[in-house]
């Protein structure tokens, strides 16, 4: 069965304090890996997709890297701003995307 | 780019009665658009996928009749939540990809629609 989980459930940050957020995931047929932000009360806002094992993409202190089961969300030196949930999820050989329960990032000035 | 709206962003309605939610992508042509629920502090689960001029395809457990979904155009699609219950209370929100969802499409989120029947 398709499944995605993300560590950890919460996270609190000091501004400027650096960390990774993981995704692992099992998929048959894997079309993509996608890394949404949601704020509370509002629909997911696309960060970014990764397609294969190896590839890197970076925005502003964001940047998401791929491996066979997993995926990091790195986060450079935060803002307050910054504090959201991070999700993340599969898309698999049907095209669906199955989302994990998402890590909620708090940055504290 | 790649805006999507809904609307209403919530609505409060008497259990029994029906409530229509729009999904409108605003600059691009949605081929496939896809509908979510979410319950507080829970992750988005797939209730159904619509292609514009034919019929939804339901996630295992969706109702179908409760849960009416029409993509009449490439830019509208609307979800009729029919005969409310307390328990349809949730936050909805819609998604739009600009083709059959394929590999390299992805998905837009509108800002959700909060929906609670008393």
């Known amino acids: 069965e398709d499944q995605v989980t993300q560590s950890p459930e919460a996270l609190r940050l000091q501004e400027g304090e650096s960390s990774s957020l993981n995704c692992s995931y099992t998929v048959s047929g894997l079309r993509g890996l996608f890394w949404y932000r949601q704020d509370p009360g509002k629909g997911p806002e696309f960060l970014f997709t990764?397609?294969?094992a190896g590839e890197e993409k970076e925005k502003e202190r964001l940047k998401a890297t791929l491996t066979k089961k997993e995926s990091f969300l790195h986060i450079t030196a935060p803002k307050p701003e910054d504090s959201a949930t991070y999700l993340c999820a599969v898309m698999d050989s049907s095209y669906k995307l199955i989302f994990g329960s998402g890590t909620r990032l708090l940055v504290r000035p | 780019g790649a805006v999507v709206s809904q609307h209403p962003s919530r609505v409060i309605c008497k259990s029994g009665t029906s409530v229509k939610i729009e999904c409108r992508s605003l600059?691009?042509?949605?081929?496939?658009m896809f509908w979510y629920r979410q319950f507080p502090k829970q992750s988005l689960m797939l209730m159904a996928t619509?292609?514009?001029?034919?019929?939804?395809?339901?996630e295992q457990g969706v109702e179908k009749d409760k849960f009416l979904i029409n993509h009449a155009s490439l830019t509208l699609s609307t979800l009729t939540v029919t005969s409310a219950h307390p328990e349809d209370s949730s936050f909805y929100i819609c998604?739009?990809?600009?083709?059959?969802?394929?590999?390299?499409?992805?998905?837009?989120f509108g800002p959700g629609t909060r929906l609670l029947v008393l």
């Open positions: 619509s292609n514009e001029g034919s019929k939804a395809t339901y």
């Open positions: 998604s739009a990809s600009t083709s059959g969802g394929g590999r390299w499409e992805t998905q837009y």
């Open positions: 990764l397609y294969s």
């Open positions: 600059d691009f042509q949605a081929t496939t």
